[in-house]
Structures are given as structure tokens and as C-alpha cells.
């Protein structure tokens, strides 16, 4: 093995050991987020009664049929067939929480070609949790049907239509904001702390003293930080999804790059701050003033709608939003990377922009 | 006895004008233990750090066991040990993983119970540092020093801030280094201790070696200039009175 390597991995086997060692470490990390995404998730409580489902169908081909019954077997959802505008009424009252109609022309075959067609689904505004995951079923289940059909472009859609604003639960909401929150303490408080009283204390200065480039300590306090997070945002998934019904609609890879692009930003901010630092003393005060408007400012618990024009601009551009935003279409909508061109220009800005400070301002005494 | 070290004209003038070292000439032979000795601020360890690649080098030269240091600082850290004034070390790690870990930074293999054995510290595998007395995180600073088998360690006021027994248990363990043909280099407050340990020393003041000899040739250059002491010189001295009552058995 290449010594670097070996040194490498020495300096990240120790900084993991100190790490799961330090209990207000674990506490802070794991702990304060899950409890954090428990309140709300009971304070939305998304998990009701079964979803009233109004189905009108007006195909006869096997295909409609096949959806029916993959709708029926759906558990959440309580399937009752009537009429379009008998279930219209009903939604309108608030007997059922969603309508299902099923076009004519569905799995129908047009000169030997399937036919393009549109199920429409209209959901109650009062419940949108419940409207907005029976919704995200609704598109499995189509998207299945669809790759049976052909390989050819999609032709078989959902198109949803009823709540303008708010279709989505606030928990599928809040939980890529809980993570990104978490995702810039540990970059932020869980290295700047922790790497300016190794500086402080003489630490790192023990390991300037050996053949071993300090730098390769910052790579493995780095590797474990990253470790940390991604675990963190596993276990969030993981209990999110168990517990209170969180819905990923996207790509897990594409979900965890985007972690990985946020703990990279925050842990420059954090190395850029620990690098600067002389002691703890300096830490706390800068470290606070740069989390706590990036918490409050970013959209993390609320949205950002509400904000004066000016204000939405400024923070437009925060890491943390970059972060949140691009978690949460990748979550809540499915989005692709290549669909959030704005969010990863931004983040690899920052990336960029973070690394040349930090280097710019550390000092390793 | 050959030369392990050639210090040349070596000086430190840091960014603020500070002129730590003054052009400091002198040479460490092989398997001797040498003192550095000077009231603070003398540049005492700003010399250390720069002989061990630590700190860069204003101008002069370093030849350790024949490298340049200024050309191969990484090279000469891989050789040799080095225990710095305020010795910290990770936290939360045990006694054998901060061994191993400094063994795996040189590339080194070691048997961490023999080496803790050496220092004596046998019992303390499964300490953290924090949980140490002053008199055994001393030890275990010297046993980190070792890891890489050392042509030479650096021990910056090893004994600074220790009980008079401990203190007596650490000069046994530099002693006992040395017995090993390992060459020491070592800045000290204490003059008994640098009696004891020292071959030769070099006396540091305002950046400049201002005397260098063995310690018995240096007092009798004194005693030959016509020093006569202030008071008259008991033949023991409290220290001793201290060991008397106290014995020499360590306390941690």
C-alpha cells in the first residue's frame, strides 16, 4: 500500500473513532434531527384513514382493466366506481379525497399504434397529503402500464389538477428540509469545533511533526464528516418513510449526489472557519452568524413564497437553498439533475467558492 | 564518537521582525544526549523546529544523518522522533490506537504492548490520554517518538511542569534511550537534570549559543574565572531532602 494511503486511512480510522466516541457528537448529529423531523411528522400527521377514491371509467380495454385493479389492490385506497359527476359532487363535499377518471381512448389502438391518453385525477384541497400520495401511486402504476405498452415515448400520462399551491404533504415537505439542515450543521459546527481545538491544543501540530502532510488529516476529517451525513440522511430517509409515510418520488443516487454536493459546501464553510480560527471562541460567534440566516432564509421549514421580492432574490442564491430546493423536486417530483440546472450551477459555484476562501484564510497554527 | 548533526550559522527572522536565532553553530555526535539549556524566549525551540523541519529555515544549514533539512523535511521527520512543548493528542482515542496510528503515519510496525512495557505504561493500553497523570502522558509522549525506531528524538522540556519523582522516572527513561544508542536532544530549565543527562550542553540567551561544553568543563571555566558562589553550597540540596522523605517511587 502507497504510505499516503496508509496515512490516509490511519487519520480517518482515528477521526471515525473520536467521532462515534464524542456522545454530544452522536446526540447532535443523529438525534436532534430525527426527534426534530418526529414533531413534525406528528404535528402533519399524514397517516389518516384510508384515501376515498372515486373511480369513473369510461374504457373498456384490458388496459383500463388492469389499472382498476391495480388500484383496488393498492391497501391505502378505498375504491368506489360511480360516475363523473356524482364523484365530482362527492369531492366537492368531501366525501372522497380524490377522483380517478379514466378516458375513453385508454390502452385503445389507433392504426395499429397505441393512442396517447391522459387519466385525470382531481384531489380534495382540504386533504392534499392524502391527494398528493395517492397521486405519486397513481403515476407508479401508470408508468408501469406504460412500459408494458411499448418502448417508445410515453404515451400513457397522468394529469393532476385541483390544488394549486400546496399539493404536497407538509412532512415530504419538511423532511429534505430537516436533512438539509442537518446536512450544514455537521459540514458547519461538527468540523469547526471539533478541528480548531486540535489546532488549538497542539493536536495537529503532533501530526505536523510527523512525515504525514497535515492536509491528509482535513481529507480524512472530511471522509468521516461525509460518512456521517450520508448515514445521517439514511436513517432520516429510513425513519421518515417508515413512520410517516414519506414518499420518494425520484432517484435515491440522484438524492444522495445531492447530499454529497451540500456536505462538500458546508464542510468548505467549515473548514474555511476552523482554518481562520485561533480558538473555540472564535468559532461560535461566526459560526452562528453564518447558520442561523441560512436556517431562517432558505426555505428550510417554510416556504419561501411569503417573502418580499427583495429578500426571495437575496436568498435565492443560499447554498442552503440550492441544497433544500434540489432534495426536494428530486423527492417530491421526481426531478432529474439535469432538471435542476439553476440548483447545480449553484451548488458547484459554491463548492468552488468555498474551497478558494477556506484555503485563503487557513492557517494551520 | 561520530557526528549525527551539523547545525551551520542557522537563523530565524520571523515575518515581524523578530530576530528568534542569531546564526547558531554547533554539532550533536552520534548516541550522546545534548542539552539545549536558556531562560525563555532564548529561541531555544524555535531551533528545535527548525532542525525537525518544522518550521522554515531563514538561512543557514541543518545536516541531519545527512540530509539537508530545508531540501527533505519529510525525510528527516521519517527518521527522527520528535516530543513537542506541549504535547496533545487526539482525544477519545486509546493508548494502542494512538500508537498505531502514529506507527501507520511512518510506515512503521510496532508492538504497542512492548512499547508502552518500555515507557512503563503496561497497564495503561486501554487509557485515553486525558485520563493519564502529567508524569505518564510525558512517558507516552516519549513512547510516540519512538514508533518509528528514531536515529535521533527531540524531547522540548520533557520534565517541565513534574513532580521531583516523576521527573527522576523520566531521566531514567531518556537514560535508558540513549543506553540504546539513540541520540537525544533536549531543552531543559533544569539544571540538575541536565547534569544528569547531558554529555554536552548548549546554553542559549537572545538567540545565541553564548557556552558549549560538557557541564564539568563549563563549571570549571566558571570556578577558573574566580566564581565564588553567593552562598555556601550545602552538600545536599532540599531536592534531595524532598526525595529523602518522599522515596523515589512514583506517584501515578
Redesign the interface.
Known amino acids: 500500500m502507497n ?1 499516503n494511503t ?2 490516509f ?3 480517518t ?2 477521526s471515525l ?2 467521532y462515534y ?2 456522545k454530544g457528537a452522536i446526540i447532535f448529529t443523529l438525534l436532534i434531527p430525527v426527534a426534530l423531523l418526529s414533531i413534525f411528522g406528528f404535528l402533519s400527521s399524514g397517516r389518516g384513514p384510508r384515501i376515498q377514491v372515486g373511480l369513473t371509467n369510461k374504457a373498456t380495454t384490458e388496459m383500463a382493466q388492469q389499472f382498476v385493479a391495480a388500484l383496488k389492490s393498492v391497501e391505502a385506497f378505498n375504491i368506489r366506481e360511480t360516475t363523473e359527476t356524482d364523484a365530482a359532487t362527492e369531492l366537492g363535499k368531501g366525501d372522497i379525497d380524490l377522483q380517478v377518471i379514466i378516458p375513453e381512448n385508454f390502452g385503445k389502438n389507433e392504426d395499429g399504434k397505441p393512442m396517447a391518453s391522459t387519466i385525470q385525477t382531481r384531489f380534495n384541497k382540504g386533504k392534499p397529503q392524502s391527494g398528493h400520495m395517492a397521486n405519486m401511486v397513481i403515476v407508479q402504476i401508470v408508468t408501469g402500464l406504460d412500459k408494458k405498452v411499448t418502448n417508445a415515448p410515453t404515451v400513457l400520462d397522468v394529469k393532476s389538477e385541483g390544488v394549486a399551491v400546496n399539493n404536497l404533504g407538509y412532512f415530504d415537505f419538511i423532511l429534505p428540509g430537516i436533512l438539509s439542515m442537518s446536512i450544514m450543521q455537521l459540514g458547519i459546527f461538527g468540523v469547526a469545533f471539533s478541528f480548531v481545538a ?1 489546532k488549538a ?3 495537529l ?9 497535515p492536509v491528509y488529516f482535513v481529507f480524512a476529517q472530511a471522509t468521516v464528516r461525509l460518512l456521517v451525513t450520508l448515514s445521517t440522511a439514511v436513517i432520516l430517509l429510513i425513519f421518515g418513510t417508515y413512520f410517516f409515510g414519506f414518499h420518494m418520488v425520484g432517484s435515491y443516487v440522484n438524492f444522495f449526489l445531492v447530499c454529497i454536493f451540500g456536505i462538500l459546501i458546508f464542510l468548505g464553510i467549515g473548514f474555511a472557519i476552523a482554518g481562520w480560527a485561533r480558538d473555540e471562541t472564535q468559532v461560535a460567534p461566526v459560526a452562528n452568524l453564518i447558520q442561523l440566516p441560512l436556517l431562517l432564509l432558505s426555505g428550510i421549514f417554510f416556504s419561501r413564497e411569503g417573502f418580499p421580492t427583495w429578500l426571495k432574490t437575496i436568498t435565492d442564491y443560499s447554498p442552503l437553498t440550492y441544497v433544500s430546493h434540489a432534495l426536494r423536486k428530486i423527492a417530491n417530483e421526481g426531478a432529474g439533475l439535469t432538471e435542476l440546472p439553476m440548483d447545480m450551477i449553484g451548488m458547484g459555484v459554491w463548492v468552488i467558492l468555498v474551497y478558494i476562501i477556506a484555503v485563503k484564510l487557513f492557517r494551520w497554527e | 564518537m561520530p557526528v549525527i548533526l551539523e547545525v551551520n550559522n542557522l537563523t530565524k527572522t520571523y515575518p515581524n521582525g523578530v530576530n528568534a536565532v542569531k546564526g547558531i553553530s554547533f554539532s550533536v555526535n552520534k548516541g550522546e544526549v545534548f542539552g539545549i539549556l536558556g531562560p525563555n524566549g532564548a529561541g531555544k525551540t524555535t531551533t528545535l523546529e527548525m532542525i ?1 523541519g ?1 518550521r522554515p529555515i531563514t538561512s543557514g544549514t541543518v545536516l541531519l544523518d545527512g540530509i539537508k533539512t530545508e531540501e527533505q523535511p ?2 528527516i ?2 527518521r527522527v522522533g ?1 516530543q ?1 512543548q ?8 486509546k493508548l494502542t ?2 500508537l ?3 506507527a ?4 512503521a510496525k510496532i508492538n504497542s504492548a512492548e512499547l508502552l512495557a518500555d515507557v512503563g505504561l503496561q497497564d495503561k493500553a486501554g487509557f485515553l490520554v486525558k485520563n493519564l497523570s502529567g508524569g505518564q502522558k510525558q512517558r507516552f509522549s516519549i513512547a ?1 517518538t519512538l514508533v518509528n525506531k528514531p536515529v535521533m528524538i527531540f524531547l522540548d522540556e520533557p520534565t517541565t511542569g513534574l513532580d521531583p519523582q516523576a521527573r527522576r522516572n523520566l531521566w531514567e527513561l531518556i537514560a535508558q534511550i540513549k543506553s540504546r544508542g539513540t541520540t537525544v536532544i533536549l531543552t531543559t530549565h533544569y539544571m540538575e537534570e541536565a547534569s544528569f543527562l547531558c554529555g554536552r550542553v548548549a546554553i542559549m540567551d537572545d538567540g545565541k549559543i553564548v557556552a558549549l561544553d560538557t557541564p564539568d568543563q563549563l563549571i570549571k571555566q566558571l570556578l577558573a574565572k574566580g566564581f565564588v558562589p553567593h552562598t555556601e553550597v550545602p552538600p545536599a540540596t532540599l531536592e534531595d531532602v524532598f526525595i529523602d522523605l518522599t522515596g523515589k517511587t512514583l506517584r501515578d
Open positions: 504510505q496508509r496515512s486511512l490511519a487519520l480510522k482515528a473513532k473520536m466516541r464524542n486540535m491544543s497542539g493536536a501540530r503532533r501530526i505536523q511533526a510527523t512525515p504525514v502532510h | 525537525e518544522l519529510y525525510l521527520k521519517q520528535i513537542l506541549s504535547s496533545a493528542f487526539f482525544q477519545n482515542l490506537e494512538l498505531e496510528m502514529f501507520d503515519l511512518y510506515g510516540t
